[in-house]
Nanobody, 125 residues
Framework: QVQLVESGGGSVQVGGSLRLSCAVSGIAVSKYCMSWFHQAPGKGREVVVVTDWFGTADYADSVKGRFTISLDNAANTFNLQMSSLKPEDTGMYYC???????????????????WGQGTQVTVSS
């Protein structure tokens, strides 16, 4: 059984940083496509970053230079370091995994089969 559990969300001021972590069981993060999605209040989920098992990654334009992913193969976690946070970064962040993916953050129809429950990030000014 595949499980993804996000943690690390919270409230932070503009310009602050947070590190989200996705603890994965049932699959190896190094052998799957992994992604972080953002859902702003009242909006749909959008790709923040997507990466495949070759280490190719693509970030949404809105987070390039501010967000960075990392994989901890020993702990089997998929992490998102968020810096220079803005109010528009507020929302739920979801971790997702799938056997295959298009490594394009702009993919209009990303299809991931495994999801976490999400973690809330609130950025205030």
């Amino acid at each position: 059984q595949v499980q993804l559990v996000e943690s690390g969300g919270g409230s932070v001021q503009v310009g602050g940083s947070l590190r989200l972590s996705c603890a994965v069981s049932g699959i190896a993060v190094s052998k799957y496509c992994m992604s972080w999605f953002h859902q702003a209040p009242g909006k749909g989920r959008e790709v923040v970053v997507v990466t495949d098992w070759f280490g190719t990654a693509d970030y949404a334009d809105s987070v390039k230079g501010r967000f960075t992913i990392s994989l901890d193969n020993a702990a089997n976690t998929f992490n998102l370091q968020m810096s220079s946070l803005k109010p528009e970064d507020t929302g739920m962040y979801y971790c997702a995994a799938d056997r295959g993916c298009t490594v394009e953050a702009s993919d209009p129809d990303p299809n991931f089969g495994h999801w976490g429950q999400g973690t809330q990030v609130t950025v205030s000014s």
